[in-house]
């Protein structure tokens, strides 16, 4: 396939209004203005984010002005999108700008912010926070409560008699006004994000009497099937270190190793469709899985490092073996005598006493090399112990 259609196709789930539309712009070579935003309600970007990077690295690549949008404004206002309920706190402007200080360094390992054709970085803090009533007013009226009502997450709300608050309510217009203040011809954002991104559409043509053309990328989801974000607890930060990060990737259910070739890699698609065509055909797909870790780890580092972390995983995971390096724990850290549930927590093995609990249960726990499934049981903690949890998690208590 061409470039553009590669643009249109690869990693992409809907275009609107359709794909022959757009296309039949982008041939007629005209470059358009475009932009994704992000809502710094966390400091560090994460493997979800990279679906959306990519295809933005491809737009800059073919010469389209791209706008990086950290959204220090709507972010204030909190995005509802896939929220079964109510935050039950916001997020100041100070707070949002504080998170997203390294966005840009972050967003640096797949897109470009320099070069010829470098993405501008804005934040819509500049043009919401100075709205006045009369503008908020004008703003509000390009919708209706009919329109914004029928949204399918508060519709299940509503059912389930949880809250909705005002403040979440008039997210999509702040988010539809960021397409007028900017101008732009286009928006990218996940599936997630249709319904504020339609909001945006209506607002540009009645705004701008100009079509936006809005681009819908798919969610990455991982080994439960839940998307990976920061909301469902399962980031994988994309400045993880190396080894942590294949580890990560590697927990993806098989079903979905040709779809993240496909979203995350550069890996060209008669590629993908090869490995496709192998896993139906039987094979191992931990082999290709392997190979997607490694792609994924050296793009956002280097070969180097994600030689070494491959390496890591199979010593340490595959065959069972201790890293050469283990984190040592002083054992005056901890007020705990025996091995239990709160010292998995103390030691930031356990993010709580249930999760430790469950841990134990499901025989996620070793001692000195010895799985441990009763957390009753009284272990006396002794200098040079050895804990493990799970595939990942490995301490050694020392004196002092």
Partial sequence: MDQIEELLTRGVDTIY????????????????TLYQGFDPTGD??????????????????????????????TGQAGDPSGKTKSRDTFFTKEQLRENAKDYVMQASKIVDFEGDNPIEIKYNSDWLNILDLPKMLEIFDHASLQQLIERDLFQERLKNKERVS?????????????SVAMGVDLEIGGTDQTFNMLVGRQFVKDYLNKEKYVMTTPLLTDATGNKIGKTEGNAIAITDNPAELYAKIMTFPDEVVVKSFEYLTRIPMNKVKEIEKAISGGE??????????????????SDEDAASAQEAFEKNVQRGELPEEITEVSLSDTDEEFVNEDLLVDLNLASSKSDAKRLFQQGGVEVNGKRIVDSNKNIQITNGMIIKVGKRKIVKLKSG
């Avoid at 690549?61 to 404004?73: E, P, W």
């Avoid at 005002?166 to 960021?178: C, H, I, N, T």
């Avoid at 191992?284 to 580092?301: C, Q, T």
């Fill in 17 to 32: 209004p359709t794909k022959e539309e757009l296309e039949k712009v982008l041939r007629s070579g005209k470059k358009l």
């Fill in 284 to 301: 191992n797909p931990m082999v290709y899985k392997k190979k997607l870790a490694y792609a994924i780890a050296a793009m956002l580092n």
């Fill in 44 to 73: 560090k970007l994460h493997v979800g984010h990279m679906v959306g990077l990519m295809k933005m690295a491809d737009w800059q690549r073919l010469g389209h002005h791209v706008i990086f949008l950290i959204g220090d404004g």
């Fill in 166 to 178: 005002m403040r979440e309510f008039l997210y999509p217009l702040l988010q539809g006004y960021d």
